[in-house]
C-alpha cells in the first residue's frame, strides 16, 4: 500500500492564482481530511469528507474548497491565492471515528504565495 | 476552551539517554489521547492512542500514560536515538456532536526534541 500520496511537493503561486492540491489514498478509508500547518503552530483543520459525495467544513475553510467523487481522491482548490495561505497542507484519511480511528497523514505539500 | 498544552517546547538530549515529554489538557467530554511523531519536512505518525480505561500504552522505546483524573499524559523514550530527533505532538480527542464527524481532534504545539551523538 502506497497509504496516502499527496501532490505537488512544493509549489510557488504568485497572489491570485488558483491551483489544486491533489490526495490519494489506497487503504479503503471513508474519512478523509485536509490540514494546514503554520510553523510553531498546531495542526488546523480545513475541509474533511466522511464518504463520496459528502463534505463539511473544519476550523478555517475559507478561501479553500474541497470535492470528493470517489473514496480514493480529495482535491483541495485554492481559488484566489493569498499569502496569507502560505503553509504546509497536509491530507489524511482513517476509518469512521470510534475509539482507534488512527489518522494516516501523507507527506504534505509546502506552498508559498507571493 | 478546549486546549492542548505541551512542556517543554524544546529539549537537547544525548543519544542513549531517555526522556519525558508533558501533555497537559482540558479537553471535555474526552474521547482518546494520541501521540505523532512528526520528523522535519514530513507527516505525523501515529504512536499511540490510548482511550479514557487505558493509563499506559507502549510502542517499542515509546510509552505513554494517560492520567484522567488530572487530564495529564506524558510520553516516555527509552535510550534514545538519533532518529528519535522530532517533533512529539499531543492531540486529544473530544466527542463532538457535529453531524458525520462525531469526534474533534484538539492539536498541541509540540515538543522539538534534538538527540546529538
Known amino acids: 500500500n502506497a497509504g496516502v500520496t499527496q501532490t505537488p511537493k512544493f509549489r510557488i503561486l504568485k497572489i491570485g492564482q488558483s491551483m489544486t492540491l491533489q490526495c490519494t489514498q489506497d487503504?479503503?478509508?471513508?474519512?478523509m481530511y485536509w490540514y494546514r500547518q503554520d510553523p510553531g503552530m498546531g495542526l488546523k483543520l480545513i475541509y474533511y469528507?466522511?464518504?463520496?459525495?459528502?463534505?463539511d467544513k473544519g476550523e478555517v475553510p475559507n478561501g479553500y474548497n474541497v470535492s470528493r467523487s470517489t473514496t480514493e481522491d480529495f482535491p483541495l482548490r485554492l481559488e484566489l491565492a493569498a499569502p496569507s495561505q502560505t503553509s504546509v497542507y497536509f491530507c489524511?484519511?482513517?476509518?469512521?471515528?470510534?475509539?482507534?480511528?488512527?489518522?494516516?497523514f501523507g507527506p504534505g505539500t509546502r506552498l508559498t504565495v507571493t | 476552551k478546549n486546549q492542548v498544552e505541551q512542556s517543554p517546547q524544546s529539549l537537547i538530549i544525548l543519544e542513549g539517554k531517555n526522556c519525558t515529554l508533558q501533555?497537559?489538557?482540558?479537553?471535555?467530554?474526552?474521547?482518546?489521547l494520541r501521540w505523532y511523531k512528526q520528523d522535519t519536512g514530513r507527516g505525523p505518525v501515529s504512536l499511540t492512542i490510548?482511550?479514557?480505561s487505558e493509563n499506559t500504552k507502549s510502542n517499542g522505546r515509546y510509552t505513554a500514560t494517560l492520567d484522567a483524573d488530572t487530564k495529564q499524559s506524558s510520553l516516555h523514550i527509552t535510550a534514545s536515538q538519533l532518529s528519535d530527533s522530532a517533533s512529539y505532538i499531543c492531540?486529544?480527542?473530544?466527542?463532538?456532536?457535529?453531524?458525520?464527524?462525531?469526534?474533534?481532534?484538539?492539536w498541541g504545539l509540540g515538543t522539538s526534541l534534538a538527540v546529538n551523538p
Open positions: 492531540v486529544v480527542s473530544a466527542v463532538s456532536f457535529n453531524a458525520g464527524n462525531n469526534r474533534k481532534l484538539i
Open positions: 501533555c497537559n489538557y482540558t479537553v471535555s467530554p474526552f474521547s482518546n
Open positions: 487503504m479503503n478509508h471513508n474519512y
Open positions: 490510548m482511550t479514557f
Open positions: 489524511a484519511s482513517s476509518h469512521p471515528p470510534g475509539g482507534r480511528d488512527e489518522q494516516y
Open positions: 469528507s466522511v464518504g463520496a459525495g459528502i463534505t
